[in-house]
């Protein structure tokens, strides 16, 4: 059983900063995919920053500048560092990972999503 726990969302004032961490726990034998997602009410799911599988980085024309992923391969954790957030940063961010588990079958996670304020 592999799951992914996301934490640090909450209400920041417009040009604050939060930082957004996921764990990936379970039998997990590599990590092929790991990033961030969000949603904004009345609006669909989009990419904001992600490690992909040849291990660039890709961010959303929205966060560029703004915001930075990084990870920690030993903890199987990836963090999500925003600055100079505003409100249309405003939506709920899901961490997405696609792992490697045991007899080699690759499982697409989400967790369960943290809501991320920006407001005065």
């Known amino acids: 059983q592999v799951q992914l726990v996301e934490s640090g969302g909450g209400l920041v004032q417009p040009g604050g900063t939060l930082r957004l961490s996921c764990a990936a726990s379970?039998?997990?034998?590599?990590?092929?995919?790991m990033g961030w997602y969000r949603q904004a009410p009345g609006k669909e799911r989009e990419l904001a920053a992600a490690?992909?599988?040849?291990?660039?980085?890709n961010y959303a024309d929205s966060v560029k500048g703004r915001f930075t992923i990084s990870r920690d391969n030993a903890k199987n954790t990836v963090y999500l560092e925003m600055n100079s957030l505003k409100p249309e940063d405003t939506a709920v961010y899901y961490c997405?990972?696609?792992?490697?588990?045991?007899?080699?079958?690759?499982?697409?996670?989400w967790g369960q999503g943290t809501q991320v304020t920006v407001s005065s």
């Open positions: 379970g039998s997990i034998i590599s990590i092929n995919y």
């Open positions: 997405n990972a696609v792992l490697v588990v045991p007899l080699y079958r690759v499982k697409d996670c």
């Open positions: 490690f992909t599988s040849g291990g660039r980085i």
